[in-house]
């Protein structure tokens, strides 16, 4: 069983020391897997990328040293630090298109009207409210709308 935990501990899984019902990750063990990395290289590949460096560096084309760069270094790609700067953007725009949509209702003119005694602007279309005119003496007058002849009990 000992020995089946120590090949489970070299694959990644670290060591456990058990103090009073609390784990923590035996450091000082050889198995100790390393802290996160912070830069766009796993820690596996670092010894090769080192060595190409190298390896790049002693075959350099002694034509590429006439250039000089000076801009400013590219920042980190790594996934932390690009889905950070990402959903601070996004955050930040939601946030001030907001504040701006806010911000126009309230400098905008207020509507409220005092209805009976003010009446709101007509457009140039309206022709008047639908309703049935009336003679003299109280009878409806005909619009000729031919809904009577639908109704009638005689047909």
């Known amino acids: 069983m000992l020995s089946s935990f120590t090949n489970l501990s070299r694959v990644g899984i670290p060591r ?3 103090t009073r019902s609390i784990f923590v990750r035996d450091k000082k063990s ?3 897997p390393p802290e996160p990395f912070k830069s ?3 820690p596996h590949l670092e ?3 080192q060595k190409a460096l190298e390896e790049y560096k002693a075959n350099e ?3 590429l040293k006439c250039y000089v760069n000076i801009s400013d270094p ?3 790609l790594d996934m932390y630090q690009t889905t950070k700067r990402g959903l601070q953007v996004l955050i930040w725009t939601d946030i001030l298109k907001g504040f701006m949509i806010a911000l126009g209702w309230l400098l905008r003119e207020p509507t409220t009207i005092n209805y009976p005694f003010e009446k709101g ?3 140039p279309r309206f022709r008047g ?3 049935l005119r009336r003679y003299v003496s109280g009878e409806e007058r005909c619009i000729a709308c031919k809904l009577c002849e639908a109704i009638c009990p005689a047909q």
Request: net charge negative.
């Open 16 to 18: 456990l020391v058990i």
């Open 30 to 32: 050889e198995n100790h």
């Open 40 to 42: 766009s290289i796993p």
């Open 47 to 49: 010894k090769q990328q």
């Open 61 to 63: 084309d002694p034509s």
């Open 74 to 76: 590219l920042p980190s």
């Open 121 to 123: 602007p007509l457009s």
């Open 129 to 131: 409210e639908h309703a």
